[in-house]
């Protein structure tokens, strides 16, 4: 019979897990594993809150061949000061300020692995509610600490604050990869961000510290100030608001598409230049509906491109970071105390977050 999770390692640990799909989490005592000889094991000092996690937390991809497994411990954009390295650990010693993101293993083997694109690897890992090598769950970071291989965790440089620093783990790399990868980072080119919330408030940031002019596009006029004189954006559209769409037609490069709920493509698919790129990386449960001329031609030639990116590779990751650290990027977060967790889950659910929650696991999170 297989162990309770708190039998299951030597090492205590503690957290707040959800038990089945009702959206509401709770304390959780558990167990990891001890310090192997690649591992880095840390205390979690702070641990953002991405939507993935609410998804994941409501079995909201079952549909999409990921169900949720109860008890899950959500939480992927994890910091943290690390309390012992294992014999074989190269890059870390105790004391270092780590982080990790959406993903603790992978096949170490295949293509992906040996190309250093460890996120698209088959094997892959995630941080949480998955299987890991040895059989065991794995429970993530709204949890006081972790164990993971150092070829998993990355560095926070000094000048970044651990707080806003946390949720680059995920919404930072998911937004910095596709700009990278899809040339959309050069200066004097124009990119949309589709919603304004945790992934596309840093996705504005990344663009606009890559020299590219950007256009957040939004559901409402309601972060609009903030948008274009805190975040930096250069104009800000409605999606509602036909005749701005229309004016907006044809400008685009590319646009990093976030939003997590079903929307209609084609307005955005408008927007873009010719070549332009349309990369999806919010994940909204049902199929999303693709009219295929639009992509083929319209006024004049069009040929236009609809990709989707998931996070980015661990090399990358730490790319992506030191990126931040040299501009200064963090995001925008709301720090809370544990204790507030099912609020903040319901405020994220209303989109009503500026603009990305990070709960303060250090100072707040005790297991009496
Ligand atoms: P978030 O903070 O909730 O932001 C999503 C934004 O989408 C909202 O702020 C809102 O922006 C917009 N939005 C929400 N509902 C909408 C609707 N019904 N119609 C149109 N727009 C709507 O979420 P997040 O943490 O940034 O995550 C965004 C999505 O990316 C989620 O689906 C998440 O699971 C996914 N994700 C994917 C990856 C990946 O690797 N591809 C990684 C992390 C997260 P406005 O108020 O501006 O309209
Ligand atoms: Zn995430
Ligand atoms: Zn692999």
Redesign the pocket.
Known sequence: MAKAPEHEHPKKAFGWAARDSSGLLSPFSFSRRETGEKDVTFKVLYCG????D??LVKNEWESNQWASAYPMVPGHEIVGEVTEVGSKVQKFNVGDRVGVG?MVGSCQSCDSCANALE?YCSKWIPTYGAMYHDGTTTYGGYSDIMVVDEHFVVRIPDNLPMDGAAPLL??GI?TYSPLRYFGLDKPGMHVGV???????HVAVKFAKAMGVKVT?????T??KEEALEHLGADSFLV?RDQDQMQAAMGTMDGIID??????PLLPFIGLLKSQGKLI?????DKPAELPVFPLLMGMQPYVKLVA????GSMKETQQMIDFAAKHNITADIEVIPIDYLNTAMER??K?D?R??FVIDIGNTLKSS
């Open positions: 809150i991405c939507h993935s609410l998804s959406c996120n995920c919404a998911t589709v919603g304004l919330g945790g992934l596309g957040v596009i939004s559901t409402s309601n972060k999606t976030t939003v997590s709920a079903n929307h999806m990386v919010g994940a909204p989707g990116s998931c996070n994220l659910a989109a977050v603009y990305r």
